[in-house]
């Protein structure tokens, strides 16, 4: 758990976000999908009485690729898979204390362990409405491309969303001056260490799903990726504008843990804060000087995922890396 007063002295002597922006890169990165049906939460009692969304229809399974396409098509896509796997075990959690079903995680491989995680005691009722809302599109996105996977979407990989002193969590904080170098982050502790946690992920998989657009051949995945990327858009834009509302300190915590993650995907700023480029400015939507959003390659993203700036094939989130069915045609973590 945050020290509150240990956060408030070393947050605050953070530095401002670089005032000029550095010209925008567009790469290429992982990602693709769209909204599909939800069983896990249907049953989960809230006092919105029950969340139960209507499921797009999913496009026909390509388990068996006959082309290099659509073998990359499928790399694409459970990328993305490992992503939302990631984001949507710790909205579960954070919401309803629960874990995804175990019909949702199986596939090729091993189904993964999942270390830490338990509901927030949230104080404030509305960010646990938007906490559960989040959790229910982001479990949408799992059952969408485990559905357009078929046989060849890859099981839960091992995942490590814990708070703890060896906890992902507390590391990313670490790196990020929000805690001293033992002390420990707890993101399931209340409403603002939530929402700096849902901040360490939302920002990352906008720039995922962006870079990965331009891998994708088939245009119904192309039309599912934009879907989805609006999706994480959405999630991204309230987080952050909730975390600048809650004023100075917040808004320093969130230029930190963006410092931090832009010292580990290369040389080129693609990430921003809620600070603009001075105190009196908000930055809710991070884009270049043009107004677009950024894009991150998979290695880039790996990098921020396995809390490394070296090249790597684990660490961090997924202690022992993301999966992939083919993985000699997708990129490790790596500058």
């Given at each position: 758990?945050?020290?509150?007063?240990?956060?408030?002295a070393i947050v605050e002597a953070s530095e401002h976000r670089r005032a000029e922006r550095r010209r925008f890169l567009k790469v290429a990165g992982g990602?693709?999908?769209?909204?599909?049906?939800?069983?896990?939460?249907?049953?989960?009692?809230?006092?919105?009485?029950?969340?139960?969304?209507?499921?797009?229809?999913?496009?026909?399974?390509?388990?068996?690729?006959?082309?290099?396409?659509?073998?990359?098509?499928?790399?694409?896509?459970?990328?993305?898979?490992?992503?939302?796997?990631?984001?949507?075990?710790?909205?579960?959690?954070?919401?309803?204390?629960?874990?995804?079903?175990?019909?949702?995680?199986?596939?090729?491989?091993?189904?993964?362990?999942?270390?830490?995680?338990?509901?927030?005691?949230?104080?404030?009722?509305?960010?646990?409405?938007?906490?559960?809302?989040?959790?229910?599109?982001?479990?949408?996105?799992?059952?969408?491309?485990?559905?357009?996977?078929?046989?060849?979407?890859?099981?839960?990989?091992?995942?490590?969303?814990?708070?703890?002193?060896?906890?992902?969590?507390?590391?990313?904080?670490?790196?990020?001056?929000?805690?001293?170098?033992?002390?420990?982050?707890?993101?399931?502790?209340?409403?603002?260490?939530?929402?700096?946690?849902?901040?360490?992920?939302?920002?990352?998989?906008?720039?995922?799903?962006?870079?990965?657009?331009?891998?994708?051949?088939?245009?119904?995945?192309?039309?599912?990726?934009?879907?989805?990327?609006?999706?994480?858009?959405?999630?991204?834009?309230?987080?952050?504008?909730?975390?600048?509302?809650?004023?100075?300190?917040?808004?320093?915590?969130?230029?930190?843990?963006?410092?931090?993650?832009?010292?580990?995907?290369?040389?080129?700023?693609?990430?921003?804060?809620?600070?603009?480029?001075?105190?009196?400015?908000?930055?809710?939507?991070?884009?270049?000087?043009?107004?677009?959003?950024?894009?991150?390659?998979?290695?880039?993203?790996?990098?921020?995922?396995?809390?490394?700036?070296?090249?790597?094939?684990?660490?961090?989130?997924?202690?022992?890396?993301?999966?992939?069915?083919?993985?000699?045609?997708?990129?490790?973590?790596?500058?």
């Amino acid at each position: 758990m945050i020290q509150n007063e240990t956060m408030l002295a070393i947050v605050e002597a953070s530095e401002h976000r670089r005032a000029e922006r550095r010209r925008f890169l567009k790469v290429a990165g992982g990602g693709a999908a769209a909204v599909g049906g939800l069983s896990l939460l249907a049953a989960c009692g809230d006092d919105d009485g029950g969340f139960n969304p209507t499921p797009t229809p999913s496009p026909t399974p390509t388990p068996t690729p006959t082309s290099s396409s659509a073998q990359q098509d499928i790399n694409v896509l459970n990328f993305a898979l490992n992503l939302e796997y990631l984001e949507a075990t710790f909205y579960s959690y954070a919401a309803f204390g629960s874990p995804l079903s175990p019909a949702l995680t199986s596939g090729i491989g091993n189904v993964g362990t999942v270390t830490g995680g338990r509901k927030v005691n949230f104080s404030d009722p509305i960010v646990a409405k938007y906490a559960r809302e989040i959790a229910g599109d982001e479990v949408a996105h799992v059952n969408f491309l485990r559905s357009a996977l078929g046989s060849a979407a890859i099981a839960l990989p091992d995942l490590n969303i814990d708070g703890g002193s060896t906890g992902a969590f507390t590391a990313a904080a670490r790196a990020a001056g929000l805690v001293s170098s033992s002390g420990t982050f707890d993101p399931y502790a209340d409403d603002q260490s939530f929402l700096l946690g849902a901040f360490i992920f939302e920002d990352v998989g906008v720039t995922a799903y962006k870079g990965g657009s331009t891998l994708i051949s088939n245009k119904t995945y192309l039309e599912a990726a934009a879907g989805i990327l609006a999706a994480e858009a959405y999630h991204a834009g309230l987080v952050r504008t909730l975390l600048y509302a809650k004023g100075m300190t917040t808004r320093s915590a969130t230029d930190s843990i963006s410092n931090a993650r832009d010292s580990l995907d290369g040389t080129t700023d693609l990430d921003q804060g809620t600070t603009g480029p001075d105190s009196s400015q908000s930055n809710i939507v991070p884009t270049d000087s043009n107004g677009i959003a950024f894009s991150r390659t998979v290695a880039q993203v790996h990098n921020i995922a396995y809390l490394t700036n070296k090249q790597a094939s684990s660490g961090g989130f997924f202690p022992t890396g993301t999966r992939n069915a083919n993985p000699a045609l997708t990129q490790s973590g790596a500058n």
